[in-house]
């Protein structure tokens, strides 16, 4: 299967193979910017400029929870590694921690001090990652929800963060037109991918984590990079 959001204020779920529309995804109330499927498949998380995220049956398209909570748009939604819980960016200068079985808000992360565009939680599911336009990325204990160190050094804003395969390794995208490659054991910085000529929109690692791969669409390339190195392949 495969899902899409949309500023029509839906998602929908479709047939990989053939294309086909299986189910249309109703409910919010202003346009979806995110959707993601469970670690097993069987359910769809959506965020929604209507402040809210939502759980939906993927089988069905039933919806299952409403997170509410959030004050201003929510950006991101992420399963952790065993599906328990989702986490949730926001322009409220929040990310949010929840109960996927039971929409039980869990813990709210407090400490950016501008818009949370990006949230992700590490392989592992003990941390979550954070990017901010407050030009940091912040990493937090998923169990507690406390701080546990910030990466700063940024210009501009961040508006992706990935942790690598191992969980060894953070990387972040910013508008300052370059990747970072940070230690998560250390929080040192390692590499600085430069050579965008605009922001860097997103970054992800290939499934070895020995290659990173950023996009900037407002120069109008992808461009790939050796993780451990940070040269431009």
């Known amino acids: 299967q495969l899902a899409t959001a949309s500023f029509d204020k839906t998602a ?3 047939n990989a193979a053939t294309g086909k529309l299986l189910h249309t995804l109703k409910g919010h109330e ?3 910017i995110s959707v993601v499927f469970s670690p097993d498949g069987q359910q769809l998380a959506t965020a929604s400029f209507d402040k809210r995220a ?8 039933k919806l299952l929870h409403t997170l509410k909570g959030h004050e201003d748009q929510v950006w991101s939604v992420v399963f952790s590694p065993n599906g328990k819980q989702l986490a949730t960016a926001s322009f409220d200068k929040t990310a949010r921690v929840w109960n996927a079985a039971t929409s039980e808000l869990l813990h709210t992360l407090k400490g950016h001090e501008n818009e949370v565009w990006s949230v992700v939680f590490s392989p592992n599911g003990k941390q979550l990652a954070t990017a901010s336009f407050d030009k940091t990325a912040r990493v ?17 804003e961040v508006r992706s963060v990935v942790f690598s395969p191992n969980g060894k390794q953070l990387a972040t995208a ?7 490659v940070w230690n998560t054991a250390t929080d040192k910085f390692l590499n600085t991918l430069k050579g965008h000529e605009d922001r860097v929109n997103s970054v992800v690692f290939s499934p070895d984590g020995k290659q990173l791969a950023t996009t ?5 390339t992808a461009r790939v990079w050796d993780a451990a190195t940070g040269k431009l392949l």
């Open 12 to 14: 929908r779920v479709w």
């Open 30 to 32: 202003n346009g979806v």
């Open 54 to 61: 939502r759980v939906w049956d993927a089988a069905t398209g």
């Open 140 to 156: 937090w204990d998923a169990a507690t929800g406390e701080l546990l160190y910030t990466l700063k050094g940024y210009k501009n």
């Open 174 to 180: 910013s508008d300052d037109n370059t990747a970072r």
């Open 216 to 220: 900037s669409s407002d120069d109008k």
